[in-house]
């Protein structure tokens, strides 16, 4: 949209709205808005990032950028002069805010005042149904850094009721509705039990610090049981995805259960989850309060008769007399005594086996627990 002749000083696109500063008002620019609600762009954008802390995007990203504009044309007799901006008929990309002095893209009454002049005024509506954290806020994307930052962003104000956001920017670049990815962890609670064995069909309840999900995982893949309303009915009621895909999915709304120490997982919290999925139509698995200080990874299995086991897989014990790491079977009481010898001792599936014989004769459940638990990583207890 050009700002000249004539000059415009706010527009409207769909649920956007701009208001111009004076310096863009009377600049020889034309502004490209583009609202890309695009999956594998919130994708890129998350994947892409190196903070230690990822931010997670909402209801797409809007971009803003600045073109050059050449001078209008002038008819001359017969001939109509219309000036180039290059040989090429490319677009220069204008920087702002503009530099000071800076005569070919500001108007000649142009005057460079203090930053808050210069800031443009948005506001935009993201819908409801979102699951917006107290710290949710609009950043804008820094490509050289591949980070999210803030500075240049002022007056944010976001009405939950409204489903609206509303902000002034200095910085003319992607924008989004942003909120840290790892805001559910450390988890509050989880557990995960068995719906049925034929057909089999687990459910894995995970409960964050802000947010509650549960999901059921079938042969068919993995779907969201809760939370549910209007928005997420529409994305995924009735519907199975792959791991992988459902969490990234839950991005855009606001529901993140990506643990920041997914691709941290150690052999012993691995040999964990790979035990949990063998037996999840066997066994049921919850929480164990011993995860916050013991230095191993402590199950609590339920069998068919909800009597409960305590397994302890501490790699860093050792049965002396026969120099090799174990896991072994212990009273919750007993988490810190040494372990006689007679204890059980081997793989955690090893005890398990000894709790529940027997193997699923079909292995896609299992498989999918398993890709659902590296992910969400629910033993592991440390604070991102």
Known sequence: MPFKSPRHKAFDVDTIHVTLPKALTLANVAICLVHDRSGLTLNDLYLQQTSARRQIVMSGCLDFSLLELPELPKTVDFWTIR??????????????????????????????????DASIFV???????????????????????????????TDVEIDRTKGTVQFKSSVLKPCALVQDAVSD???????????????PVVRLTVNGKWTDVEFEITEGGVSLIRPMNDRLQDEFQGKTFMPTLLIMKLFRYGIGFASPFMGQVDAE????????????????????????????????????????????????????????????????????????????????????????????????????????????????????
Not at 127 to 152: F, I, M, R
Request: aromatic share 8%.
């Open 83 to 116: 000036p180039l901006l290059s040989n090429d008929l490319s677009v220069k990309r204008v920087e702002y805010p503009f530099a000071r002095g800076n005569g070919d893209m500001a108007a000649p009454e142009q005057e460079v005042g203090r930053e808050d």
């Open 123 to 153: 506001s935009f509506s993201v819908g409801l149904g979102l699951h917006l954290h107290p710290l949710a806020t609009v950043k804008w994307w820094c490509a050289e850094t591949c980070t999210w930052n803030s500075d240049g962003i």
């Open 185 to 199: 962890f450390p988890l509050e609670d989880w557990k995960m039990r068995t719906v049925s064995v034929d057909p």
């Open 269 to 384: 919290e691995r040999g964990c989850y790979r035990a949990m999925a063998s037996k999840c139509l066997a066994l049921s698995f919850q929480a164990h309060k011993a995860n916050a200080q013991h230095t191993g990874c402590v199950l609590t299995a339920m069998d068919a008769q909800d009597v409960a086991y305590t397994i302890v897989a501490d790699y860093h014990l050792k049965i002396v007399e026969k120099e090799r790491k174990v896991c072994y079977c212990a009273a919750e009481d007993d988490l810190s005594k040494p372990k006689p010898e007679t204890a059980p001792h081997g793989t955690v599936l090893a005890v398990l086996e000894d709790i529940a014989p027997g193997l699923p004769t079909k292995w896609q459940v299992p498989v999918l627990v398993l890709q659902l638990l590296t992910i969400i990583c629910p033993l592991n207890t440390v604070s991102p």
